[in-house]
């Protein structure tokens, strides 16, 4: 079975500053995805970034990247200059890889305040 | 763009009830996912569809049974309803084709057991 940790329940950030959330995982899997989704109060899930464990680049989706460390079972979020809309629960997710599509299995969340 | 649809929005039924939930996946994707939300917790994997077919399934009680229909939306199906089924619950749907893999939500539906 696989598990996703997110040490860091809660964060906080000044507008425009950059920060960085946190998210380990253990699995025995070579090949799976990763993902992060924001869950702002309207507790929508939105999508933010995948990435592919076969690629080596790390994904970038405008001021969110990622810090994919295969070998180490981390993959962390970087928010850069961040805004109040930015205010949500952020969990991070992991999908095996079984040539469909398969079920997410989530961390506990961090949830992030963008502050003036 | 379109998005996954789920009704009704909110449901309040009491102990020992039965409710439905719908499910309307993003047109031509062929996989949806049923999670469950409690508060202050992660969503929880349910049950997932393929093709029409049941693909996967986790912590889903025998309290609960879920379909897809033939034109791919999805029901899910709660009896003998207990406080503690007092959640939100998300359906999401995917595309196999690309292989990308991304799932979209549904705004979810929040349950409320009396």
């Known amino acids: 079975a696989q598990t996703v940790t997110q040490s860091q329940p809660e964060m906080s950030v000044q507008e425009a500053e950059t920060v960085t959330l946190s998210c380990t995982y253990d699995?025995?899997?070579?090949?799976?995805?990763l993902f992060w989704y924001k869950q702002p109060p309207s507790r929508q899930m939105i999508l933010v970034i995948r990435q592919e464990a076969y690629k080596q680049q790390n994904a970038t989706e405008n001021r969110f990247s990622v810090n994919f460390q295969k070998a180490a079972k981390s993959f962390s979020l970087k928010i850069s200059d961040s805004q109040l809309g930015d205010t949500a629960m952020y969990f991070c997710a992991f999908m095996r890889d079984t040539g469909t599509a398969s079920k997410l299995t989530f961390g506990t969340g961090t949830r992030l305040q963008v502050t003036l | 763009a379109a998005g996954v649809i789920q009704s009704p929005r909110h449901l309040i039924k009491e102990k020992r009830e039965t409710a439905t939930l719908k499910c309307y996946p993003i047109p031509r994707h062929d996989t949806v996912y049923w999670y469950q939300q409690g508060p202050g917790q992660d969503p929880q994997f349910l049950i997932s569809f393929y093709e029409k077919m049941q693909s996967d399934k986790g912590s889903i009680p025998d309290r609960f049974s879920a379909q897809q229909f033939s034109d791919y939306h999805s029901e899910l199906n709660m009896s003998s309803l207990e406080l503690g089924d007092s959640a939100l619950y998300f359906c999401?749907?995917?595309?196999?084709?690309?292989?990308?893999?991304?799932?979209?939500f549904g705004p979810g539906t929040r349950l409320t057991v009396t």
């Open positions: 999401a749907s995917s595309s196999t084709g690309g292989r990308s893999y991304e799932q979209y």
């Open positions: 699995t025995s899997e070579n090949n799976y995805y």
